[in-house]
């Protein structure tokens, strides 16, 4: 039989004490007479034996990283523990009982009730218990520290990727929009003559002739025109004229010269070529002569750059000249409607962005972009001609990773809509077939886009409509500073 030390209940075995213990509903808890022998110690060992027999509680309730407790007192130790319990407690250590069968003296563990029969076997069963207490204390610091470490690695190891990633990602951007400091103009077409020699394609004397050309065309700011197809728009009239199927009306722009990608812009110079091909038009019209007395002829790539980046030091579009680093010539930088728009206002030719932003048609297509182009070549030239050939200026059209010119606009007969567009992708011998007078108008397959052929996301175009005045010119300046300054917080 083992007895309550709380309530003097006899119990049929220790494990039943133990459980006694720890359910209240059992246990009165009014102690029957200290198990210690030394009277002065009651209370303390009260308290010694209410903390080793706690009421259950969830497990680990007590705070990640508190200091350790004192068995005895219940104080907060900290790392100092084995030297508390020894300094406050250690009269209680030997704490001795009496067994109640044979009189033999037995001591307790205050900290696992186990009864040692010798002193010195109960002080090194504590220590056990002390050292056992710390090293679990000091094991989760530990763990705490190792997990804070590898949490640590782990994000600096994610941001190192995702700093690499943006790096790759930026320099892709670079390549993509010529921006990488790879050469311009001349050095892609040294460089892509010299893989057609390598490739058999081109002899070393059509090579150095040919390098010679382009060399004196950099010199002059000229375009050598061996890109250029002239005559298509007046070749298209004539075909137009003849053709009755299912065409009820047509407008055409004013004449045009075509012109495409050579070995020195392939993949980035569309932008470019359309200013030609823009230009071309406003040089066969007498009334931008007084503004455009400074360009008579098509200037070259390299020229246009330059162009660009006087418009920029004039004060036209800030925001774009940074993102260009103020800087074109001697790139491959793609440019846009806003490096258009502020070329051709350097320039005092009057013009205007619009901007198509979100499909306005079913299945992402753009029908406002056909009636704004049909109201453009139409609103002057009401009348009940099939072939309206207009005095209108080509209109400049660019999306994302492209631009091309609108030259003319077809109205069928069940009131559908089809854009003629010059595309610096097709080349002198495609463009060619449309100059035969036996055409069938299959070469018309090359210009004729739908509505739903143009499903980018977003269209901008760039419409020339007059001439500016030097007071007109400067207020546009402002007005794009202006912009700038709001865009930029």
Not at 92 to 105: I, R, V, W, Y
Not at 399 to 416: A, F
Not at 433 to 449: E, I, M, Y
Request: proline share 5%; glycine share 8%.
């Amino acid at each position: 039989m083992v007895l309550c030390d709380l309530c003097g209940q006899a119990l049929p075995s220790e494990a039943a004490a133990r459980r006694h213990l720890q359910r209240p509903s059992l246990c009165r808890r009014q102690p029957r007479s200290p198990p210690c022998a030394a009277a002065a110690g009651c209370d303390e060992l009260r308290r010694r034996v209410e903390t080793a027999h706690r009421e259950p509680g969830p497990p680990d309730s007590r705070s990640p990283g508190a200091p350790p407790e004192c068995p005895f007192c219940g104080e907060a130790a900290g790392r100092e523990l084995e030297e508390h319990v020894r300094a406050r407690h250690g009269h209680l250590l030997g704490a001795p009982g009496t067994d109640a069968g044979n009189g033999e003296q037995l001591y307790e563990c205050p900290m696992c009730s186990l009864t040692c029969t010798n002193i010195q076997i109960l002080e090194e069963h504590v220590e056990l218990h002390l050292e056992e207490h710390n090293f679990s204390e000091g094991g989760d610091l530990r763990d705490l520290e190792l997990a804070q470490q590898l949490q640590t690695e782990e994000d600096e190891r994610q941001r190192s990727e995702e700093e690499k990633r943006e790096r790759e990602e930026f320099k892709k951007l670079q390549r993509q929009y010529g921006l990488d400091n790879s050469g311009g103009f001349k050095q892609q077409f040294l460089k892509n003559m010299e893989r057609e020699v390598d490739r058999g394609r081109m002899l070393p004397f059509e090579y150095h002739k040919r390098k010679a050309d382009m060399m004196e065309s950099l010199a002059s700011g000229i375009d050598d025109g061996k890109t250029k197809t002239s005559g298509v728009i007046e070749a298209l009239c004539k075909y137009y004229q003849n053709e009755n199927k299912d065409v009820r009306c047509v407008w055409l722009s004013a004449g045009v010269d075509h012109f495409h990608s050579s070995l020195g812009d392939r993949g980035w110079g569309c932008g470019y070529r359309n200013f030609q091909m823009l230009l071309s038009s406003l040089l066969q019209n007498s009334c931008y002569n007084d503004c455009l007395r400074d360009t008579t002829l098509i200037p070259s790539i390299p020229k246009i750059q330059s162009m660009i980046e006087d418009a920029w030091r004039e004060g036209f579009d800030p925001h774009g000249a940074s993102h260009f680093n103020s800087r074109l010539h001697g790139s491959k930088a793609w440019i846009g409607a806003c490096e258009i728009y502020s070329l051709l206002t350097s320039l005092r030719i009057k013009c205007q962005i619009i901007d198509f932003h979100k499909p306005t048609g079913p299945m992402g297509t753009h029908p406002r972009l056909f009636e704004w182009i049909l109201h453009y070549y139409s609103v002057d030239n009401e009348g009940g001609a099939k072939v309206v050939c207009t005095s209108k200026p080509p209109i400049y059209l660019q999306h994302q990773g492209h631009s091309r010119t609108v030259v003319g606009i077809e109205e069928k007969k069940n009131k559908s809509l089809c854009l003629l567009l010059f595309d610096p992708g097709c080349s002198s011998q495609q463009m060619q077939k449309l100059l035969k007078q036996n055409s069938d108008g299959t070469a018309l397959r090359l210009l004729r886009k739908f509505v739903g052929s143009l499903k980018e996301k977003q269209y901008q175009i760039v419409a020339v409509d007059g001439v500016l005045s030097l007071e007109e010119k400067a207020a546009r300046c402002r007005a794009s500073q202006v912009l700038t300054a709001e865009k930029i917080p």
